[in-house]
């Protein structure tokens, strides 16, 4: 049976089966774990034509999903390797020894499904705290520890979401267009968003926000997956072509531009969506604010700079077909797609994290956020 025959079409027509409210409490989900340790999944490459979520039975598919960016963006690929893991748990019937073999088999698949996003390995370590300690007790514990330990991931993305809003809404003024690149929404997190969840709190505190998504060639992330979300959310939102922003800049009042991250050196230098270093230089071209919005889980303090982020290539047909089908470029002629890019921390006016936010020099006052936990204001 393949996946979408396992699939339901929209999370409330799930919940009228097995499937819990989102952890978030929105009426969707990129990621979920159901009472029995499956894991229930918004396949996002459906979106916005179908809200399709398909329910996963082994650790193996949770890593084809990753790879295949049936879920995607940062904080949501590490909860739903956590909830790889706790499915694992859950299938791993062995003693002790067995356990621990199998629980370090899906560790390696699953960190090997996508290099950027630190928040992956990030979420395996912890995952690997849990597991490792619990091997010797029975099945049911063992399961019931590590899908704990995987919820509280997900659980504590929420909040810091929802911190990292607050904090950046604050330089949102009423009245703003953002401008904003790729999908760093509900759909790439928990379920409230970094950059969106600044544009979200802004919103919520009343304040009349309008977005310019960038549509974000080659995957659309912007014109598919944050025009989805935030017009369900009624925040105004128009879609443009990532070759328009510099146009905009010039001829429209932009108040800031607000991206997501995928690692954050210890410099403060930024790995982000390709394209995203492009539209730092334009913003600072034209003086607009460029932030980036990003839980402490993205902060790689042991990545000195940008140098040393390993960049995902994608395959090629990504960017020769368009619509997955129709080749728009010559068949003797290949493509290159990284589909990352690094903005130097020179061109980024702040970094709001959910302890504070963090100005150049990036270097000690990333490392008071990441070490912090007590919300201050970092400078
Ligand atoms: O390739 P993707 O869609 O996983 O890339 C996502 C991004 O680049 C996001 O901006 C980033 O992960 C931040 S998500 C809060």
Redesign the pocket.
């Known amino acids: 049976m393949s996946h979408s025959d396992r699939g339901v079409d929209t999370l409330t027509s799930g919940r009228a089966h097995q499937h819990p409210e989102p952890i978030s409490g929105a009426s969707y989900s990129a990621v979920e774990l159901l009472p029995n340790s499956n894991v229930l999944m918004l396949d996002q490459r459906r979106l916005p034509m179908q809200e399709k979520y398909e329910v996963l039975t082994r650790p193996d598919d949770v890593g084809a999903a990753i790879r295949e ?1 049936r879920v ?6 590490g909860i739903a390797a956590a909830y790889g893991i706790a499915l694992a748990a859950a299938c791993t019937r062995g003693d002790g020894a067995a356990f621990l073999a199998e629980m370090e088999r899906v560790t390696s698949l699953l960190a090997a499904t ?1 290099p950027t ?1 630190v928040n992956l390995s990030w979420a395996l370590t912890r995952m690997r705290a849990t597991w490792s300690a619990v091997a010797d007790r029975d099945h049911t514990s063992r399961l019931m520890l590590v899908a704990t330990a995987a919820r509280d991931i997900h659980i504590a993305d929420v909040r810091a979401c929802k911190a990292i809003g607050a904090l950046g809404a604050v330089h949102v003024p009423d009245g703003a267009t953002v401008l904003t ?5 509900a759909l ?2 928990g379920g409230y ?3 969106l969840g600044v544009i979200r709190a802004a919103h919520e505190a009343g304040k009349r926000v309008r977005v310019l998504a960038d549509e974000t060639r080659p ?1 659309l ?1 912007g014109a598919r997956l944050t025009a989805w979300e935030l017009s369900r959310d009624g925040i105004a939102v128009e879609v443009i072509t990532d070759s328009m922003a510099a146009h905009f800049m010039k001829k429209e009042k932009i108040a800031c531009v607000i ?4 690692r954050i050196a210890a410099n403060g230098d930024v790995a ?2 390709i394209g995203t270093y492009g539209l730092a230089c334009i913003a600072r071209a034209h003086g607009v604010p460029f932030f980036v919005a ?1 839980p402490t889980s ?1 902060v790689d303090l042991a990545t000195p700079t940008g140098d040393g982020i390993v960049i995902e290539e994608r395959n090629e047909e990504e960017v020769t077909l368009s619509d997955s089908r129709t080749r728009t470029v010559p068949d003797t002629v290949h493509a290159r797609n990284p ?2 890019d690094v903005t130097p921390a020179e061109l980024v006016t702040a970094i709001f994290t959910e302890h504070g936010e963090a100005r150049a020099p990036f270097g000690q006052a990333l490392a008071a956020c990441v070490g912090s936990g007590h919300g201050a204001k970092v400078r």
Do not use: E
């Not at 690149?181 to 929404?185: R, V």
């Open positions: 960016m995607r963006g940062a904080p949501a690929i996508r996003a690149h790729c999908n760093a929404g790439a997190t968003g970094t950059a995957l992330q991206v997501g991250a995928d982000n969506k990003a993205t589909a990352f």
